[in-house]
């Protein structure tokens, strides 16, 4: 085929897409590339899947380090049995593995009891680790899983092909914040951090609306607006955005005189398993008699994760079996 007629084709399928019409049909199961309900045929009305449901991502930590640390037959092996375990983990938990790329897997779950599954499912994965440490000798492996909930908008991407590379032309697409959201918190999922930040000491300008002159001047809150000594901490990204020259000086914006200026840093690591709030709250509100409920073991996270506006919780939960 001409590169000239190559282009044309794909600006009819791009017209294709962009003139047929799109419907998304509410369901309550998790929808597979063989299900009817998803279809991209040229001329056809597109259809697509939406479900409310949890999303589940697990990510190894370090896979990069982890290669370059240990032997590629050993992280083989290593990888190949992780991976495994997960799609075991996902089936017996009631979770459909739905994209596996690199050291990344996507879990979803059908809506009906969806918080208990995804939260054992984590918990079963966070076991799992522990599993295969006690097995492999000389190095820590470790994951982060994050989940949440929401609404996922499903749609089926690709190009029909003959023979064995037919499937591996064609995939799902889950679009929607409960994805994105808990790929997010799978990025920090058991990992370390280090935040700088900037203790200053200056003259701060306070205004005080509730200023009254007739009022004793010593009340803690009955003072006027000004120019007043105090410490405050800024983050590299606000101490930078401060920073102005002025004559030859460099001064902060909001502060009229700088007295000291001191670097700190501030060291984080997020718990094995988080989850988002909604997804804790349901768990909790569907099993309160639980251990991890009643004990307890669940915590927020006081760091803030870029693009959550919501509370998240984490834990280092596992299962306590009988031995």
Same mark, same amino acid.
């Given at each position: 085929?001409?590169?000239?007629?190559?282009?044309?084709?794909?600006?009819?399928?791009?017209?294709?897409?962009?003139?047929?019409?799109?419907?998304?049909?509410?369901?309550?199961?998790?929808? $597979? &590339?063989?299900?009817?309900?998803?279809?991209?045929g040229?001329? #056809?009305?597109?259809k697509g899947?939406?479900?409310?449901?949890?999303?589940?991502?697990?990510?190894?930590?370090?896979s990069?380090?982890?290669?370059?640390?240990?032997?590629?037959?050993?992280?083989?092996?290593?990888y190949?049995?992780?991976? +495994?375990?997960? &799609?075991?983990?996902?089936?017996? #938990? $009631? %979770?459909?593995?739905?994209?596996?790329? !690199?050291?990344?897997?996507?879990?979803?779950?059908?809506?009906?009891?969806?918080?208990?599954k995804?939260?054992?499912?984590?918990?079963?994965?966070n +076991?799992?680790?522990?599993?295969?440490?006690?097995?492999?000798?000389?190095?820590?492996?470790?994951? $982060?899983?994050?989940?949440?909930y %929401?609404?996922?908008?499903?749609?089926?991407?690709?190009?029909?092909?003959?023979g064995?590379?037919?499937?591996?032309? =064609?995939?799902?697409?889950?679009? !929607?914040?409960?994805?994105? &959201?808990?790929?997010?918190?799978?990025?920090?999922?058991?990992?370390?951090f280090t935040d700088?930040?900037?203790s @200053?000491?200056?003259?701060?300008?306070?205004?005080?609306?509730?200023? +009254?002159?007739?009022?004793?001047?010593? &009340? !803690?809150?009955?003072?006027?607006?000004?120019y007043?000594?105090k410490?405050?901490?800024?983050?590299?990204?606000?101490?930078?955005?401060?920073?102005?020259?002025?004559?030859?000086?460099?001064?902060?914006?909001?502060?009229?005189?700088?007295?000291?200026?001191e =670097?700190? #840093?501030q060291?984080?690591?997020?718990?094995?398993?988080?989850?988002?709030?909604?997804?804790?709250?349901?768990?909790?509100?569907a099993?309160?008699r639980?251990?991890?409920?009643? #004990? =307890?073991?669940?915590?927020?996270?006081?760091r803030? @994760?870029?693009?959550?506006?919501?509370?998240?919780? $984490?834990?280092?939960?596992?299962?306590g079996?009988?031995?």
């Amino acid at each position: 085929m001409a590169r000239e007629d190559f282009f044309n084709k794909i600006n009819s399928i791009i017209s294709d897409w962009e003139n047929t019409g799109f419907t998304f049909n509410p369901k309550t199961y998790v929808p $597979g &590339l063989d299900d009817t309900n998803l279809t991209y045929g040229n001329g #056809e009305e597109k259809k697509g899947i939406e479900i409310n449901t949890c999303v589940l991502f697990v990510d190894i930590r370090d896979s990069v380090q982890l290669t370059k640390d240990k032997q590629i037959r050993t992280m083989g092996k290593i990888y190949s049995v992780f991976t +495994h375990c997960v &799609l075991l983990a996902a089936q017996y #938990e $009631g %979770g459909n593995v739905r994209n596996i790329i !690199g050291d990344r897997v996507m879990v979803v779950f059908p809506q009906k009891d969806c918080f208990r599954k995804a939260v054992y499912c984590a918990i079963t994965i966070n +076991h799992i680790t522990f599993m295969i440490n006690k097995k492999f000798d000389n190095f820590e492996f470790k994951c $982060g899983i994050g989940v949440d909930y %929401g609404k996922l908008s499903v749609m089926k991407v690709g190009i029909q092909k003959r023979g064995a590379e037919n499937d591996d032309n =064609k995939g799902l697409v889950w679009v !929607g914040d409960p994805a994105n &959201l808990a790929s997010r918190l799978t990025d920090c999922a058991n990992k370390k951090f280090t935040d700088t930040y900037y203790s @200053i000491k200056g003259e701060f300008y306070e205004f005080n609306p509730f200023y +009254h002159a007739s009022l004793p001047s010593n &009340l !803690g809150f009955n003072r006027p607006s000004g120019y007043y000594t105090k410490t405050k901490e800024y983050t590299a990204e606000k101490f930078a955005s401060e920073i102005k020259l002025s004559q030859n000086i460099l001064e902060l914006s909001s502060c009229r005189k700088v007295y000291s200026i001191e =670097k700190k #840093e501030q060291k984080w690591k997020y718990s094995n398993i988080l989850l988002s709030n909604i997804v804790y709250q349901e768990y909790a509100s569907a099993c309160p008699r639980n251990k991890d409920i009643t #004990e =307890k073991y669940w915590k927020k996270e006081s760091r803030k @994760i870029k693009d959550i506006d919501y509370d998240v919780w $984490g834990g280092n939960i596992v299962w306590g079996l009988n031995k």
